[in-house]
């Protein structure tokens, strides 16, 4: 008799945990979805930018959603120079592209700047190893954060472990400061000096049939 009665509950326990993981598998698989139809909305509109390029390539080195924005940070290879280029789409539309002036080189980093509707978005590739000046050796980055530090007093920390680009939105228009590159061991590996030059001011530039006024 005791066995009859649980064998309900039992059921009405098992039929809820379905409907729970049931859930979260469409409500995950919703997200992932938005994410590949963004993504081959941004690949379409710089495969038509770069209709010239021959056997082009883009590998996604890094994507950020905000709001209705969703940005991703582009290797695009082809026969003759690569080039690193962000690019957002919003409301299932390519708006613009930007090419990194400065991508990350013998320091590992680099620091290129749009901006776009009262944000500054910071963006670049990352390396997996840094030049030593003093030694004219090269060490491991393995990056796992970035503070970024603003002239207002401001900062804004960026977990970066195991990316391969960054891509970093702030209000406003702050004129940077410092940014502190930091390894598992919370040792500073890089700092903005060491790349020797101020963060480069990138142009945007519309995809076709798009007013960045509006």
Not at 69 to 79: A, E, G, K, P
């Amino acid at each position: 008799m005791k066995i009859k009665k649980v064998i309900p509950y039992i059921l009405l326990f098992t039929i809820m945990m379905l409907n729970i993981s049931g859930c979260t598998r469409k409500d995950f698989t919703k997200k992932e979805d938005e994410y590949t139809k963004a993504q081959k909305i941004a690949v379409s509109a710089l495969s038509d930018a770069f209709y010239m390029v021959k056997n082009k390539n883009f590998n996604v080195l890094k994507y950020k959603k905000h709001d209705n924005w969703y940005l991703f940070l582009f290797y695009m290879t082809t026969d003759n120079s690569p080039q690193y280029l962000l690019c957002l789409v919003e409301n299932n539309k390519a708006l613009w592209y930007a090419s990194a002036g400065y991508p990350a080189m013998s320091m590992g980093f680099g620091v290129n700047r749009v901006k776009y509707k009262g944000k500054s978005i910071y963006f670049c590739n990352l390396n997996t190893s840094t030049w030593i000046p003093s030694t004219g050796a090269r060490k491991p980055t393995n990056y796992t954060k970035m503070v970024f530090e603003f002239e207002n007093g401001t900062e804004l920390i960026e977990n970066v472990k195991g990316d391969k680009g960054y891509i970093v939105i702030v209000d406003g228009y702050k004129k940077l400061k410092d940014l502190i590159l930091y390894n598992a061991k919370g040792e500073i590996v890089n700092r903005y000096e060491d790349i020797g030059y101020d963060c480069y001011e990138c142009k945007v530039v519309g995809f076709k049939h798009v007013n960045l006024k509006e």
